[in-house]
């Protein structure tokens, strides 16, 4: 197969992300969402450069989307890192308490040193970023408790900034998703791609169906395609396992069959499956 990379950049993108580190300076906090499903890939590379030393709340968003099992073992591996983790589910509203707690935590320390400094205390500053369609909209009218910003399906909803007050306390930055420039790991790419949390323009389905498909058999999923599409996709590649299913079933569409396979992975129709262990991670 020839290998075009994944590239997608967006005009709103360029521009949301100076603006973006414009609005870093004024504030205290970084909430950094990831895809709990891929917690390494929906990692951004220039994230940790742009944040420096302030203080940041890692968020592992789409809890829903894995196991309990799994999210035990990921807290495992990240507590060994060094770096403390949130689970959320955005969209329930599981989760949001203690992210909450944890961000005032961060202005009450803020305030005490600028009472310190004879200055007035004021609200603590958030920001949400991480890459398009982690759920960062959704996490922001759960923190605030009401639908303030626009959350949707698609990649790429959140087109400018904007800042909200959650409470007396809290103010709250929702910024469009970012995403590198070049996206230079084709691998998370395609991982991103498969989770819907870069842009359809970015790539084609059959292909990001197919790697789909091998990637389900190296993680040891391949069970759940067999029971939901009466297809083993055992032994053969997964771009042979689309073709024969739209034989089957499909009336040669392979395209549909495409489709179908991602829908049915975004929408965790055919269960939790993770594209990334903590066991398979470096
Ligand atoms: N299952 C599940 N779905 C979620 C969760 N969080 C958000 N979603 C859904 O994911 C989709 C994207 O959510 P958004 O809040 O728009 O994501 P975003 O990160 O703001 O996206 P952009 O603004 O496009 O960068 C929406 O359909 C949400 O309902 C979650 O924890 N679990
Ligand atoms: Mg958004």
Known sequence: MS???????????AKAERQLKEQLRKVDVVLEVRDARVPIASNHPQLAQWIGEKPKLVILNRMDMIT????????????EQGQPIYFTNAKQGTGIKVVKGESKKFGVAMNKRRRDRGMRPRPVRAVVIGFPNVGKSALINRLVGKKIVVSERRAGVTRQLRWVRISPEIELLDAPGVIPWRLENQQDAIKLAICEDIGEAAYDNQRIAAIMIDLFSELGFSDRLKTRYKLDPQGITGE???HDLAATAYKGDKERVARQLLRDFRTSAIGKIPLELPELTK
């Open 240 to 242: 042979a396992y689309i």
């Open 3 to 13: 290998s075009p990379p994944i590239h997608w950049y967006p005009g709103h993108i």
């Open 68 to 79: 309990e099992d799994l999210q035990k073992q990921w807290r495992a591996w990240f507590k």
